[in-house]
Structure formats: structure tokens, C-alpha cells
């Protein structure tokens, strides 16, 4: 009988990619955005930044940070704000574009907090600058738990949770116009 090889979890262990290495192998270069999602047990917020400044790395490692939840439709948006690094900004989600194998839903029950992982990656050439883990307050972890389980309830479309964002992106001028109609505003501890 052959061996089964075992993997070890992504977030443990020698796996774990660290400050100043490679976000992923397979790219040195990104787009200049944010991926927000659910994995490995905590909630992952990746910002890629061409060229961060040293103030915006250390901000984003120890600053004051908001969270909020704004809902529309398909579509969901983790609203975020680190003091003195970014003003309000947003992250479109949905559970559905997660591949269904690595997909998770959290299990925080009530009166529990979820994690935040915050990654800070140099879009210009791939690697991570900073990370961070914040405590989201018990409101917040519940917000989200149950925004994603309604997702995974209902069948996915595409077209509909394009359309749903780009509704939403028209509606509001901007991240801080979403942050005052946001379901959900929080400091995250930590």
C-alpha cells in the first residue's frame, strides 16, 4: 500500500509564509487591491499595495482599526479603516467564490470572537511587508457569521453578484458614504 501524504495546515508550521517573503510563487506582481475572505478558521483581509511607505507598514501593524458589514443582495462588503493608514475602504464577498474545497464557513458561537488576519502585500513585487491578527468585537463576529451562511443557503449567479456590486459602487461616492449605511461598525481589539 502507498504512503498517503499529509499537508500540513497553511497557517501552521514551516507552510506559514512570513514578513519578507513571497505572497505566492506563481506571481511577483499584482493588481493593486484587496481580497477578503474566510479560511483556515479566521477571517483574511490581503491588501496589495504598490510600494507601501514605511508608515503605512507600521500603521497597518499597530493602528487603531474599524471594521463594518454592508449587505446588498448576493453581495456583502467587509468595510475596514485603519487609523492614520486608510480612510474607509471595501471588500466585495461572497462565499460562493471560494472554491468549494477550501471553502469555510465560521463557527464562532455567540459571545465568541473571530480573528483577523491582516496581510499587507507589495504589489509591485509580490512580497509580504506586514501582518497582523485583531480580535473582531462579538457583534462583528456574528455580523459576518451570519451574512456568509446566508450566502451559502442560496444558489450562486454570477451576473446577479456583479450586478449587486456595482449597484452598491453607484449608490455610494465612496467607502466612508457605505460606512454610514453599514448594518455593522466596530474597532477591532488589538
Known amino acids: 500500500m502507498a504512503h498517503i501524504h ?6 501552521t508550521g514551516p507552510a506559514t509564509r512570513q514578513v519578507g517573503e513571497v505572497w505566492s510563487e506563481r506571481h511577483e506582481r499584482y493588481d493593486e487591491g484587496v481580497r477578503y475572505l474566510y479560511r483556515h478558521g479566521a477571517h483574511e483581509l490581503v491588501l496589495f499595495w504598490g510600494a507601501p511607505t514605511e508608515a503605512e507598514i507600521e ?12 449587505s446588498e ?14 480612510e474607509w475602504s471595501d471588500a466585495a464577498f461572497n462565499v460562493h467564490l471560494v472554491p468549494e474545497d477550501e471553502r469555510e464557513l465560521p463557527a464562532e458561537p455567540p459571545g465568541e470572537r473571530a480573528r483577523l488576519r491582516l496581510i499587507l502585500v507589495d504589489a509591485n513585487d509580490g512580497v509580504i511587508r506586514a501582518k497582523r491578527i485583531v480580535s473582531l468585537d462579538k457583534v462583528m463576529t456574528q455580523a459576518l457569521r451570519h451574512a456568509m451562511a446566508e450566502q451559502a443557503a442560496r444558489p450562486f449567479d454570477r451576473v446577479a453578484y456583479d450586478a449587486a456590486v ?10 466612508d458614504a457605505m460606512a454610514r449605511a453599514a448594518e455593522c461598525l466596530e474597532p477591532a481589539l488589538g
Open 73 to 86: 443582495g448576493p453581495a456583502a462588503f467587509l468595510l475596514y479603516k485603519i487609523n492614520n493608514v486608510c
Open 59 to 70: 500603521g497597518l501593524r499597530g493602528q487603531p482599526m474599524e471594521v463594518g458589514l454592508y
Open 166 to 175: 456595482a449597484a452598491a459602487h453607484a449608490r455610494f461616492p465612496d467607502s
Open 6 to 11: 499529509t499537508f500540513t495546515h497553511p497557517e
